[in-house]
């Protein structure tokens, strides 16, 4: 299966952190993506994970434990210019070794003064 | 900056037309995916191509959407007989053969069919 769950909406306040969850259930998993979308612009990349642990970047960490299918998003400091979507995306090798990204729905986050 | 470039931005159509829409990719990606995206969902995958040749359909793709990228540079996105359903963004992202794989993705051709 493909499912792949976030929550569907968050507010945080400006300088807090906040953590975004995404729990996957799918087999041939290649690798976990984030991106992050501002509204009627293209989706850009944030973070990968492949193994598990945690990847630092910055303001922005993504975990992963694939054992328990399950991957996090941290936003450290965060700003006004953070309220985004934030999607989560499974990672599949298609024929040729080209890559297919399944995502889920996005988490809205919205950063409050 | 040379992005993945997508025309027309804005589509809007009569129901039972036909509209294609172009997407230039990063120049030296020779990955190209185009993806359909509704409002308050994620981008559902359509196709993929290996420079020239297609070499994935999603089962989303009906026989009313084709997809060409010719001489594997830029590629398009054609609907035939347009229905209200297939409002939607169309989004085009390209990536390089690398470890990661990360796709570039492009601005999107909004589609309206009235």
């Known amino acids: 299966g493909q499912n792949i769950d976030q929550p569907t909406e968050m507010t945080a306040t400006e300088g807090a952190i906040v953590q975004i969850n995404c729990t996957y259930q799918t087999s041939g998993f290649n690798g976990l993506f984030w991106y992050q979308q501002h509204a009627g612009e293209a989706p850009t990349f944030l973070s990968y994970?492949?193994?598990?642990g945690l990847e630092e970047k910055g303001r922005f960490s993504s975990f992963l434990s694939r054992s328990k299918g399950y991957s996090y998003l941290l936003l450290k400091e965060l700003q006004m210019k953070d309220s985004a979507s934030y999607l989560c995306a499974v990672k599949w090798v298609l024929t040729g070794g080209g890559n297919k990204l399944t995502f889920g729905t996005g988490t809205q986050l919205k950063v409050e003064l | 900056d040379t992005g993945v470039s997508q025309n027309p931005r804005h589509k809007i159509t009569k129901r039972g037309q036909n509209v294609t829409f172009r997407c230039d990719p990063i120049?030296?990606?020779?990955?190209l995916y185009w993806y359909r995206q509704t409002l308050g969902q994620g981008p559902e995958f359509l196709t993929y191509f290996q420079n020239e040749a297609q070499l994935e359909k999603s089962r989303l793709l009906s026989d009313r959407f084709s997809a060409e990228r010719p001489k594997g540079s830029f590629s398009t996105l054609e609907i035939q007989r347009t229905e209200q359903g297939d409002s939607a963004m169309y989004l085009c992202?390209?990536?390089?053969?690398?470890?990661?794989?990360?796709?570039?993705f492009g601005e999107g051709s909004r589609l309206t069919v009235l």
């Open positions: 992202a390209s990536s390089l053969r690398t470890v990661t794989g990360e796709l570039f």
């Open positions: 994970n492949v193994l598990d």
């Open positions: 120049s030296e990606h020779n990955r």
